[in-house]
């Protein structure tokens, strides 16, 4: 007897908890429906009905932060890339186009949202960027024959030589995005307004797998090129700040970090402003074990790889500045944010011309520039060639502009396509040290502008555009930031300093218009046919305000 008293205590110790469990189930139910018929006698709203509730709202934040959190996983690579008019890529992901999007704030600081329509989508939609271009003869295409892949890989002034390489390469495609990019440049633009092969570029950019990569030669920062099995190949600049980190006050410009983020927000102000002067940048997310270390064929930089204390893989290339243990360039643990920068063609096969700015920098901790302290510079600048071609000179204020926007002082040369002589655009390369500082407006990039008081008529018109409510350009641009694979790109107050100068540009503008009394000294008509004019755009920015 004594023997089975365990076992059947046992089986009522079962019984006994499987009655409680019940009973816990029946008084939940209870519970509810007594709840539930409360909630209908009282007639109240059910709020669930109308919005989310507070359990919900916070998964999807914490969701949405996830998704964002590009720094220690592969999810950016995951998302689409969609067109700036809302169309997505072929190759992307995602099928929900930008006009259904509800941007939120990203950080506890942000505000501003906006819903309905894309801002962005409506700006491009506007006369002002419908204004179409000469007609493009033989002799202004940067080509005059359709170029074949087989010209390029032969070329190998910029781009990878190495045989193993180029062995991995496959002999397919024979008309990758990047020829037509190249195909489609000529005398007035590097790309189309609404250009197929421009998203495509840029989706390669961001999307291909790397074969290569080896240290660009020259410069002072490090940068690398790298080679896709498309044949085509890309700038990268690596993230060396975070997006919360300004440029210290102390910092002499020609000491800054170069930072990705600025190339890649450089190239959408440059689309937006309707410049088209840069060639396509995308973010993007790399593996520098298996897309650097491991294929690389630059024995220097091979070198410098190691692993940190932390046990992330870094390594610092060969350069001027910032290439050294103290300032290694570290994955987590070997994924890093670059940029992805088109490269133009091979200066032997399209050759450009390099020009020293006339407003260039000392470069200098002591000395100033002549046009630092002669308020008279301009007029000596307009009697030299090429500057007397009045073209010219303004092509030089559309760069200010570009410049002063994101805060550049490091423009000392620019460069053009050889073939077209001076009777083209200028090419505005290089712009890593934009969009350093959001808390100051370095108004000594306007002084070309401030001296000269010339503008296009064109160009003015779309700052008046930008600085009204429909067409904001803190929205425009975070709406066309937002299609990048490492969005977001900027901080929410380098958006908020866009809108800042873009006033102060105006201002500056209405200020010559003052000072010469005729509109017409200070706004150099290029245009035919223009939809609005200066007074009326002025007038709608008020009445917007």
């Known amino acids: 007897m004594m023997h089975h008293l365990p076992s059947l205590f046992q089986r009522k110790f079962k019984v006994i908890l499987c009655f409680l469990l019940l009973l816990a189930l029946l008084v939940h139910m209870v519970l509810d429906l007594t709840l539930s018929a409360g909630l209908d006698s009282c007639g109240c709203t059910h709020k669930g009905?109308?919005?989310?509730?507070?359990?919900?709202?916070?998964?999807?934040?914490?969701?949405?932060?996830?998704?964002?959190?590009?720094?220690?996983?592969?999810?950016?690579?995951?998302?689409g890339v969609y067109s700036p008019e809302g169309v997505p890529l072929g190759g992307s992901r995602g099928n929900i186009p930008l006009q259904s999007h509800i941007f939120e704030p990203k950080e506890a600081e942000e505000k501003p949202t906006w819903t309905g329509r894309s801002k962005l989508a409506a700006l491009f939609d506007h006369p002002l960027y419908r204004i179409p271009i000469p007609k493009v003869m033989k002799k202004d295409k940067l080509f005059a024959t359709?170029?074949?892949?087989?010209?390029?890989?032969?070329?190998?002034?910029?781009?990878?030589?190495?045989?193993?390489?180029?062995?991995?390469?496959?002999?397919?495609?024979?008309?990758?995005?990047?020829?037509?990019?190249?195909t489609g440049i000529n005398r007035y633009e590097l790309y189309a307004r609404h250009d197929p092969a421009r998203l495509a570029t840029m989706e390669d950019l961001a999307m291909q797998p790397i074969v290569s990569s080896v240290q660009k030669p020259g410069g002072t920062q490090l940068k690398l090129i790298m080679t896709f099995p498309n044949h085509g190949q890309a700038l990268f600049k690596p993230m060396k700040q975070t997006r919360d980190q300004e440029t210290p006050a102390d910092f002499f410009y020609f000491s800054d970090f170069e930072r990705h983020n600025a190339e890649i927000a450089a190239f959408h102000l440059d689309r937006i402003l309707d410049f088209r002067r840069i060639p396509p940048v995308s973010g993007r997310l790399v593996n520098i074990t298996k897309e650097i270390r491991d294929i690389t064929t630059d024995s220097k930089l091979f070198k410098t790889f190691f692993i940190s204390p932390a046990g992330n893989v870094c390594?610092?290339?060969?350069?001027?500045?910032?290439?050294?243990?103290?300032?290694?360039?570290?994955?987590?643990?070997?994924?890093?944010e670059?940029?992805?920068?088109?490269?133009?063609?091979?200066?032997?096969?399209?050759?450009?011309?390099?020009?020293?700015?006339?407003?260039?920098?000392?470069y200098s901790k002591t000395k100033k520039a002549q046009w630092e302290s002669d308020d008279n510079y301009c007029a000596e600048v307009r009697q030299t060639a090429p500057y007397d071609n009045i073209s010219r000179l303004l092509n030089l204020i559309d760069m200010t502009v570009l410049d002063f926007l994101m805060g550049n002082m490091d423009r000392h040369h620019y460069e053009t396509f050889d073939k077209f002589g001076n009777d083209t655009f200028f090419l505005h390369l290089d712009n890593g040290r934009g969009f350093g500082r959001h808390s100051h407006d370095e108004m000594s990039i306007l002084v070309?502008?401030?001296?000269?008081?010339?503008?296009?008529?064109?160009?003015?018109?779309?700052?008046?555009?930008?600085?009204?409510?429909?067409?904001?350009l803190s929205d425009v641009m975070r709406e066309s930031l937002a299609t990048d694979h490492l969005s977001p790109v900027l901080a929410e107050p380098h958006l908020k300093a866009l809108d800042r100068r873009l006033q102060k540009i105006l201002d500056m503008v209405e200020d010559c218009m003052k000072k010469s009394g005729e509109s017409q000294e200070v706004l150099i008509n290029d245009l035919k046919g223009q939809q609005y004019t200066s007074s009326e755009l002025r007038d709608k920015r008020s009445s917007a305000a």
């Not at 109308?50 to 998302?79: H, M, T, W, Y």
Request: overall charge positive.
């Open 338 to 362: 670059g940029s992805m920068a088109a490269l133009l063609p091979d200066k032997e096969l399209a050759d450009r011309r390099s020009w020293r700015s006339p407003w260039r920098r000392s």
């Open 448 to 472: 070309p502008l401030q001296q000269c008081c010339i503008i296009k008529k064109s160009t003015f018109l779309r700052l008046q555009l930008l600085a009204m409510e429909p067409y904001r």
């Open 146 to 182: 359709r170029p074949k892949v087989k010209m390029f890989v032969r070329s190998s002034n910029e781009r990878a030589s190495s045989n193993k390489a180029h062995a991995k390469l496959p002999k397919h495609d024979a008309n990758p995005a990047w020829l037509q990019f190249y």
């Open 49 to 79: 009905e109308d919005q989310p509730s507070p359990v919900l709202s916070a998964q999807n934040k914490l969701n949405l932060r996830i998704l964002q959190d590009f720094s220690g996983s592969n999810s950016s690579l995951e998302k």
């Open 315 to 336: 390594f610092f290339g060969v350069c001027s500045y910032y290439c050294s243990t103290e300032h290694a360039l570290c994955g987590k643990p070997d994924q890093l």
